[in-house]
């Protein structure tokens, strides 16, 4: 991470991205050395340079990781709508929309959110053609009989 933000200085204030992902990195690196409270500003500080079509997957991250678990789940769920894929093309890797359904749904269990089983049942349609020993998908279907065993007591 060091690298990359090293990599950015020649172009720091030419470009509104190039301050987001100096932010951004500054956040993570900070993150990874345990300096939550610093993360979190300079994390904040992306997110409010970043345009409206950015899913702040990052801070949401770092909101969780903080245990600011109610904020950090509704970032997640307002990325992991189907039709954001549409807004803005993915420039992250295969699985990303994947993985911002399966943390808010997580998210949303561990907050005891009415829709959580409804989160999990979304992500399991959206991987109903993958592998079926994923770990996600174990993890999804576990956590759907752990809130069908919860409903039933």
Not at 57 to 76: I, N, S
Not at 90 to 98: D, I, R, S
Not at 104 to 128: I, M, N, S, T
């Amino acid at each position: 991470l060091r690298q990359a933000l090293a990599a950015l200085a020649p172009y720091r204030g030419e470009q509104p991205a190039e301050a987001v992902d100096a932010a951004r990195l500054q956040g993570e690196i900070r993150l990874a050395e345990g300096h939550v409270a610093g993360a979190l500003a300079r994390l904040r500080q992306a997110s409010s340079l970043s345009d409206a079509f950015d899913d702040r997957e990052y801070l949401a991250h770092a909101l969780a990781a903080a245990g600011d678990l109610r904020p950090a789940e509704r970032l997640y769920a307002r990325a992991a709508v189907p039709a954001r894929v549409w807004m803005r093309a993915q420039p992250e890797l295969p699985g990303w929309y994947a993985h911002l359904a399966f943390q808010a749904a997580r998210l949303a269990q561990q907050l005891g959110l009415p829709d959580a089983r409804v989160r999990w049942e979304q992500f399991l349609q959206l991987r109903a053609h993958a592998d079926p020993g994923l770990p996600g998908v174990r993890f999804a279907q576990q956590a759907l009989r752990q809130l069908a065993a919860a409903a039933h007591q």
